[in-house]
Nanobody
C-alpha cells in the first residue's frame, strides 16, 4: 500500500526557514518521482519541486528557485524540502505526491500534475510578515 506522510510545517517569520519531510512507503523508492506542491484557498495547486527517487534529477519552480532545495535519502525513503528566505506568499498547505512516469525527469521540466497518482496529506506552512 503506497503511503506518503508529509510533516514539518509550521509558523515562521519572513526570512526564516523550515524543512519539510515526506516519508514514503509501499513502493520502490528509486523507481519513482516525489514531488512537492502547495495550495492556498481559492488558488490552483502549484508545483513547487520534484526529485527522482535516485536523487539524480530535480526540478524547482521559478517562484522558489534559489530559496528552496529538494533532496532525498533513499535509505530512509524520505524526501526533504529545505525552504529558506521564506516569504508571506509561500504560505500554503504543502503536499507531497508520487508518480512512476519518469520520462520527463532528464529534461528538468515540470511534470503534469495529473501524472501524480498518490498524494499524502498536507502540512501547513504559514509565513508571517
Amino acid at each position: 500500500d503506497v503511503q506518503l506522510q508529509a510533516s514539518g510545517g509550521g509558523l515562521v517569520q519572513t526570512g526564516g526557514s523550515l524543512r519539510l519531510s515526506c516519508a514514503a512507503s509501499g513502493f520502490t523508492f528509486d523507481d519513482y518521482i516525489i514531488g512537492w506542491f502547495r495550495q492556498t484557498p481559492g488558488k490552483e495547486r502549484e508545483a513547487v519541486s520534484y526529485i527522482s527517487g535516485s536523487g539524480g534529477h530535480t526540478f524547482h519552480a521559478d517562484s522558489v528557485q534559489g530559496r528552496f532545495t529538494i533532496s532525498s535519502d533513499s535509505a530512509k525513503k524520505t524526501v526533504y524540502l529545505q525552504m529558506n528566505s521564506l516569504k508571506p506568499e509561500d504560505t500554503a498547505v504543502y503536499y507531497c505526491a508520487t508518480t512512476d512516469h519518469t520520462g520527463l525527469v532528464t529534461l528538468g521540466i515540470e511534470i503534469p500534475q495529473h501524472w501524480y497518482d498518490r498524494w499524502g496529506q498536507g502540512t501547513l506552512v504559514t509565513v508571517s510578515s
